[in-house]
């Protein structure tokens, strides 16, 4: 009778493994990957062990604040992008057949709270699963181009892509800002940068979206006073405590400003600030791409009446 030991050494790496490896390889934070899978924590917990047991591998390190790859993990992340997007090449000709469409959303919004565009994602089926990963709008980008994706949502126009993808405008996202309720700005129906510029900026890397990032650099280069940045951490939920407790302020999109906390209040920009830093969202898909069905989804997307 063959051993448990030796019934594990001989299965295969499962895709929903591979899903949630991925997740946390590029994540880096368990609770994130998981959101990100739209599943709780303890189940992702059990593919990731598993899939070690399977690999007879440690894939990530993990300790009380930080969640890093093993070497075993890094090599291992190329093999498994490559093996799913094999997987989703087996399934091209399903477009035409099926009408399915492999759609990816920006993670720097949620859809959900953006009801005319999430009506419309509704109506394309727009599931859940890897077909519509939630990455950032410079990892969309780089899935569209390698057609594992046919129509990508995106804060901004990516960058490096110019000749190879054609982008429509969705939407504007306004920005708010989080702050501290104990802050005197926060008495104010609608706030400055100015305003709040004793504390510091909670911002993110440019590699998330280099478009967005430097539209906002541009702006911020031309205020008449300091405005300090400091790293966004990794959990939001942290970042959010942090300014809660007084430690600083985020520019966030309207539908991510969800999170409710004693000390954190939320604040529409000025008129002038809110159309220089809000967030144009637009349809992006392969240049090349004259598919009626796509065609068919970027005009529904482009046509969900939050032009203005």
């Known amino acids: ?11 295969l790496p499962g895709v929903k493994q591979l899903q949630c490896f991925l997740a946390v390889a590029h994540e880096l934070n368990f609770r994130r990957a998981a959101e990100r899978l739209r599943m709780t924590q303890p189940p992702l917990t059990r593919q990731i062990k598993c899939l070690e047991a399977v690999l007879d591998q440690q894939l990530f390190s993990r300790s009380t604040h930080d969640v890093s790859l093993t070497d075993a993990g890094r090599a291992l992340v190329g ?13 091209t000709g399903s477009l035409s057949s099926e009408g ?16 005319p565009v999430n009506n419309q994602l509704i ?15 410079a990892q969309l980008l780089q899935c569209l181009a390698k057609n594992t994706l046919d129509l990508v949502l995106t804060g901004e126009k990516g960058t490096g892509h110019e000749d190879t993808i054609h982008y429509r405008r969705v939407c504007r996202e306004p920005l708010l800002m989080a702050m501290p ?11 400055t940068l100015k305003d709040v510029c004793d504390l510091p900026l909670f ?32 959990d939001s939920l942290v ?56 065609l068919y989804a970027q005009d529904m997307l482009c046509n969900s009446n939050l032009s203005a």
């Not at 727009?126 to 990455?135: F, H, K, S, V």
């Not at 985020?250 to 529409?268: D, H, I, V, W």
Request: hydrophobic share 35%; charged share 30%; with cysteine.
């Open 1 to 11: 009778m063959a051993t448990a030991t030796h019934l594990i050494s001989n299965r």
């Open 79 to 91: 093999k498994a992008e490559k093996i799913l997007e094999d997987l989703n090449a087996l399934k």
């Open 100 to 115: 399915k469409l492999r759609i990816g959303l920006t993670r720097t919004l949620d859809f959900e709270f953006i009801e």
């Open 123 to 137: 109506r394309l089926e727009a599931g859940d699963d890897i077909e519509t990963p939630n990455l950032t709008s």
């Open 181 to 191: 309720a104990s802050h005197p700005a926060s008495l104010k129906e609608k706030v």
């Open 203 to 234: 911002w993110f890397a440019r590699s998330a979206n280099p478009s967005f990032y430097d539209k906002c650099e541009s702006y911020f280069d031309g205020l008449h006073f300091s405005l300090r940045r400091v790293k966004e951490p990794d």
């Open 239 to 294: 970042m959010l405590t942090h300014i809660a407790r007084g430690k600083g302020f985020a520019l966030m999109p309207q539908s991510k400003c969800t999170f409710n906390l004693e000390g954190l209040c939320y604040r529409e920009l000025t008129d002038d600030e809110s159309q220089k830093l809000n967030i144009d969202i637009y349809a992006a898909t392969r240049l090349n791409d004259n598919r009626e069905t796509v």
